[in-house]
């Protein structure tokens, strides 16, 4: 609905108090239950008047698609990442940290690659329950400590035809 505010633009506590009188944006959170990403077009979705996010005019990185959805336990989402290579290249930005109630869906582990190319972990989930991360290959982790490729901690998920290699930590 239009008074729903996405977790990843405003993280608002339960007994916290906040008002959002006379502030504008030109975007508003998706509502669909199915968005899709697609690193090989040549730039990100942007316009509101498009339909930024469908399957004809997807968001180019997971990124901005996390940016732009708002998922609770009665509206779950699921992101659709078609085959391609994701990268500080391609515009994605690393570590990926998943909300709850957010899976993601590559086409395959051998042609949708999420590759944080060293500059970081690849995901963080941390606190997330019902998520679901199938059918792409995870790779490029870095962390000094532990858990290069994913950072997983007093969370809910499950990953189905996930290839995690060649990630250092």
């Known amino acids: 609905s239009e008074d729903q505010i996405s977790s990843i633009w405003i993280y608002v506590e339960e007994d916290a108090d906040f008002n959002l009188d006379n502030t504008n944006s030109i975007f508003c959170a998706q509502t669909a239950s199915d968005v899709w990403v697609n690193s090989n077009i040549d730039e990100e979705c942007l316009l509101p008047d498009q339909e930024c996010g469908s399957v004809n005019e997807p968001f180019k990185t997971i990124t901005w698609a996390l940016a732009m959805i708002a998922p609770s336990e009665s509206t779950p989402v699921t992101i659709h990442i078609e085959n ?28 949708t690659i999420i590759d944080a190319q ?3 972990r690849v995901m963080i ?12 290959s995870l790779k490029g982790g870095y962390d000094s400590w532990e858990g290069g490729g994913v950072y997983l901690s007093n969370s809910s998920v499950s990953f189905i035809d996930v290839n995690i290699n060649n990630n250092i930590g």
């Open 84 to 111: 391609g290579t994701y990268s500080p290249e391609t515009g994605e930005i690393f570590p990926i940290n998943l909300p709850s109630y957010v899976s993601l869906e590559g086409e395959s582990p051998e042609g």
């Open 118 to 120: 060293s500059t970081s």
């Open 125 to 136: 989930l941390d606190d997330i329950h019902e998520c679901i991360i199938s059918k792409v």
